[in-house]
């Protein structure tokens, strides 16, 4: 990735741990060639090349390009779970917990837009089987986030007439963020985390305090 998006937000990576490091390389040249060119337009040699491998070196580690968008995407997706698992099971109100929640997805959209693009964007381009995986997890980010729209209705914090639909809108519009975050932009991850977190109570019309 590039030195700005590295250093920018609070999170690392979702492949920081893949090892070895040649198939870490790998998943990193792949993101940046698929922000830069395209899935389809990019090739296993194109890859490779940023990678400073050779073609058959990178087929040691993934046998296809599809492969290689699979373990991304799939990568990306359980960090996406886990940032909306943290928020939905940690202390406080339900609106404390929608707000982190928020908060903390924005900041890694905006933070590792990059990767969140090819993340989120690319689901058309896996087959079948992969792409089943990658929707089963995107379903439990809804749940996430769901339960605790649910729970504050419950509490009479929240005064939501479709809930399905608010957890719908609540995470387009946070994913959105990798869309068109700039890092030269006036307002940074953090702010633009608390921006969102304080428009989706808002939207989801919790009582202030």
Not at 81 to 92: F, H, K, Q
Not at 127 to 133: H, K, L, V
Not at 194 to 201: E, Q
Request: charged content about 30%; proline content about 3%; overall charge negative.
């Amino acid at each position: 990735m590039s030195t700005a998006e590295d250093t920018i937000g609070g999170d690392a990576e979702p492949w920081a741990e893949v090892t070895p490091d040649a198939a870490r390389r790998l998943l990193v040249a792949a993101v940046e060639a698929f922000a830069e060119r395209g899935y389809h337009a990019t090739t296993t040699r194109d890859i490779a090349s940023r990678a400073g491998m050779s073609p058959a070196a990178l087929y040691i580690h993934y046998k296809t390009k599809e492969e290689l968008l699979h373990r991304i995407s799939r990568l990306g997706h359980e960090k996406a779970v886990a940032i909306l698992r943290s928020a939905a099971r940690s202390e406080g109100s339900a609106a404390e917990r929608l707000a982190e929640a928020v908060r903390s997805f924005v900041r890694w959209h905006a933070g590792r837009r990059t990767t969140a693009r090819i993340v989120q964007y690319e689901l058309d381009a896996l087959g079948p089987e992969a792409r089943s995986e990658i929707v089963a997890l995107r379903r439990q980010c809804d749940a996430e986030v769901r339960g605790i729209i649910e729970e504050g209705v419950r509490a009479g914090e929240f005064d939501v007439l479709d809930v399905k639909g608010t957890t719908l809108a609540v995470l387009s519009l946070c994913i959105d963020v990798a869309r068109w975050f700039n890092v030269n932009g006036p307002r940074t991850p953090d702010e633009v985390g608390a921006l969102y977190a304080d428009l989706v109570l808002r939207m989801v019309g919790a009582a202030e305090k």
